[in-house]
């Protein structure tokens, strides 16, 4: 088998996931490409999505980049739209 079914999750992964999403989050917010923007996180099962809205494209794939290179992530799901504004 292959563990846990997907809508179950032991106490040791809740925890884990809540560490990425922190460190996810603190990654965002130090990025001087980010900061700004209102990204949501969310870990489960080490499986990262990310969702909310950023000016541009670099910034979106940025904030995949980040994601991606936190300990324990084993995907990233990028639901992140790009709203570029017009000056």
């Given at each position: 088998?292959?563990?846990?079914?997907?809508?179950?999750?032991?106490?040791?992964?809740?925890?884990?996931?809540?560490?990425?999403?922190?460190?996810?989050?603190?990654?965002?917010?130090?990025?001087?490409?980010?900061?700004?923007?209102?990204?949501?996180?969310r870990?489960?099962?080490?499986?990262?999505?990310?969702?909310?809205?950023?000016?541009?494209?670099?910034?979106?794939?940025?904030?995949?980049?980040?994601?991606?290179?936190?300990?324990?992530v084993?995907a990233?799901?990028?639901q992140?739209?790009v709203?570029?504004?017009?000056?």
């Amino acid at each position: 088998g292959y563990g846990n079914s997907a809508g179950e999750q032991s106490t040791t992964s809740t925890a884990r996931d809540s560490a990425i999403t922190a460190e996810v989050k603190a990654r965002h917010r130090d990025d001087p490409m980010l900061s700004a923007a209102d990204l949501g996180v969310r870990t489960v099962n080490g499986q990262v999505t990310l969702t909310g809205t950023v000016g541009n494209y670099e910034a979106r794939n940025q904030a995949y980049r980040l994601a991606r290179q936190v300990d324990g992530v084993t995907a990233v799901i990028n639901q992140v739209r790009v709203e570029e504004q017009s000056n």
